[in-house]
């Protein structure tokens, strides 16, 4: 409820462009960074909602997601092209 409307609110107010450059898209500084944390926290909260899972066992579960994410992005950054 309220965790959510504030958090998303101070998200977008700080991480948006300003003014009518706000409608092409996101920031090009901040990228998605912004847009992720926002679908994360709405999956954590509507996958609760449904009852999938405890709020715990459910936060858990996105953090070691994204973290295994954010490892097999910097493996494969690693691999030179062309192999």
């Given at each position: 409820?309220?965790?959510?409307?504030?958090?998303?609110s101070?998200?977008a107010?700080?991480?948006?462009?300003?003014?009518?450059?706000?409608r092409?898209?996101l920031?090009?500084?901040?990228a998605?960074?912004?847009?992720?944390?926002?679908?994360?926290q709405?999956?954590?909260?509507?996958?609760?909602?449904?009852?999938?899972?405890?709020?715990?066992?459910?936060?858990?579960?996105?953090?070691?997601?994204?973290?295994a994410?954010?490892f097999?992005?910097?493996?494969?950054?690693?691999i030179p092209?062309g192999?």
């Open positions: 409820g309220i965790w959510t409307t504030l958090t998303s101070v998200l107010y700080y991480t948006l462009p300003q003014g009518f450059s706000s092409f898209g920031d090009q500084d901040l998605w960074g912004s847009g992720y944390f926002a679908m994360t709405y999956l954590i909260v509507l996958t609760v909602y449904k009852g999938f899972g405890t709020i715990n066992d459910v936060t858990v579960n996105r953090i070691v997601a994204n973290l994410g954010i097999l992005s910097l493996v494969l950054a690693a092209p192999i």
